[in-house]
T-cell receptor
């Protein structure tokens, strides 16, 4: 049972463009929603995270938008750069379940120069 | 800090052989997780420990898989006997009580 669904599976964007990745979750008990970035041959690394008491969080060129009623959240990468080319994973966790993360399927982003 | 350290980084073995993957978490982190990553299934949580005690092993595929954490600075994931379908990248990750999850660089396993 896939509790966190991520789309699209892959994305190609021109340098300077906006990359948008969407995730939907099922369990309303989730209370922490991070995004991870993974480069080839490396482990995932935390990029940005949000809790459901806010609708948006911005860190540099990366923004999470959160819609609690729709049970959806998204990652926007503004002014995409070739160095942003990586696989991005959304995830969700809940304190009641020991904060263990459930990951989405991942989105491979390619930024063309 | 050196981060989460995994070994070996690459392992090629034949079906039926025993495989042992090792992990050294970040010092002071009291939770340790083992994940498996494949193209088909993405990142799957296999098992996690809190203060060296296994808390949830519901993601362990079957009895061929076992994990131990004998002390706060070491954990192993063992597959015996290994099968081709076990081929994947296995990640270890650690986390303090409240805070960010840090992943190691993974162990890429190929079972022929």
């Amino acid at each position: 049972q896939q509790q966190v669904k991520q789309s699209p599976q892959s994305l190609i964007v021109q340098k300077g463009g906006i990359s948008i990745i969407n995730c939907a979750y099922e369990n309303t008990a989730f209370d922490y929603f991070p995004w991870y970035q993974q480069f080839p041959g490396k482990g995932p690394a935390l990029l940005i995270a949000i809790r459901p008491d806010v609708s948006e969080k911005k860190e540099g060129r990366f923004t999470i938008s959160f819609n609690k009623s729709a049970k959806q959240f998204s990652l926007h990468i503004m002014d995409s750069q070739p160095g942003d080319s990586a696989t991005y994973f959304c995830a969700a966790s809940m304190k009641a379940a020991g904060n263990k993360l459930t990951f989405g399927g991942g989105t491979r982003v390619l930024v063309k120069p | 800090d050196a981060g989460v350290i995994q070994s070996p980084r690459h392992e090629v073995t034949e079906m039926g052989q025993e495989v042992t993957l090792r992990c050294k978490p970040i010092s002071g982190h009291n939770s340790l997780f083992w994940y498996r990553q494949t193209m088909m299934r993405g990142l799957e949580l296999l098992i996690y420990f809190n203060n060296n005690v296994p808390i949830d092993d519901s993601g362990m595929p079957e009895d061929r898989f076992s994990a131990k954490m004998p002390n706060a600075s070491f954990s192993t994931l063992k597959i015996q006997p290994s099968e081709p379908r076990d081929s994947a990248v296995y990640f270890c990750a650690s986390r303090p009580d409240t805070g960010e999850l840090f992943f190691g660089e993974g162990s890429r396993l190929t079972v022929l």
